[in-house]
């Protein structure tokens, strides 16, 4: 596959990760505080799959790994929304067997699959922990969505979840500014800062309007 359209697919799962945000945002300010809509976590699921295809052809990591530990929490939340039992049986483990299938396959096949992941030799240690730290951060904050939504016994998207995503959004642009040749993952990422920053102004504002 040519470059050009491995960067198709890079923009293609960056507009799909910014559009369920967007689409997060706007149900949001309309309704004054931060909500958990059903659609988030079903474009979330779309984006995942097509970004982890995008990683495997960048020879990156820590975009895969990063996606395969978010891939469950969508799911776990559209069930929390009622919503994943709604799916067609067949497909529900399709969905479910499908990333199981592929970390089956690369520990089966571990030599050569390393060969092809970590195939950028040019890139330095340091590098390559850095970007591998900001997609750990940013899976972190489903990680914490996850478990303060199990507490609260529903699907939220709670304050810290937008703090942490500030902080991995600004790990992983420095990431890949410094690699070069990864403007799908840097516009992406500059697109969510926004709409975290904007959550995080609705929430405090909620919280504020509630405390009086």
């Known amino acids: 596959m040519t470059s050009f359209l ?3 697919l890079g923009y293609l799962a960056q507009a799909l990760f910014s559009a369920r945000f967007f689409v997060q945002w706007i149900m949001s300010e309309r309704a004054k505080r931060v909500l958990s809509p059903t659609i988030f976590w079903q474009i979330s699921m779309v984006a ?6 995008y990683g495997w052809l960048r020879n990156d990591f820590s975009i895969i790994i990063g996606q395969l530990i978010t891939y469950y929490i969508y799911i776990w939340n559209l069930n929390a929304h009622n919503s994943w039992k709604k799916l067609w049986l067949p497909l529900q483990w399709i969905v479910i067997s499908v990333p199981v299938a592929g970390v089956v396959w690369l520990l089966s096949n571990w030599d050569a699959a390393s060969a092809h992941l970590f195939a950028q030799s040019d890139l330095p240690a ?3 922990a850095m970007g ?3 997609q750990l951060v940013f899976t972190l904050r489903f990680v914490y969505q996850w478990w303060y939504s199990r507490r609260k016994g529903e699907s ?5 979840f937008w703090l942490i995503s500030l902080s991995g959004s600004a790990i992983i642009i420095t990431y890949a500014l410094l690699r070069g040749n990864m ?3 840097i516009l992406g990422h500059l697109t969510g800062i926004f709409t975290y920053s904007r959550n995080v102004m609705i929430e405090l504002k909620n919280r504020k309007k509630i405390a009086r």
């Open 6 to 8: 491995i960067d198709c």
């Open 48 to 53: 995942s799959c097509v970004f982890c295809v």
């Open 126 to 128: 340091w590098l390559i």
């Open 132 to 134: 591998t730290t900001g």
């Open 156 to 160: 939220v998207l709670p304050l810290g």
């Open 183 to 185: 403007l799908p993952l």
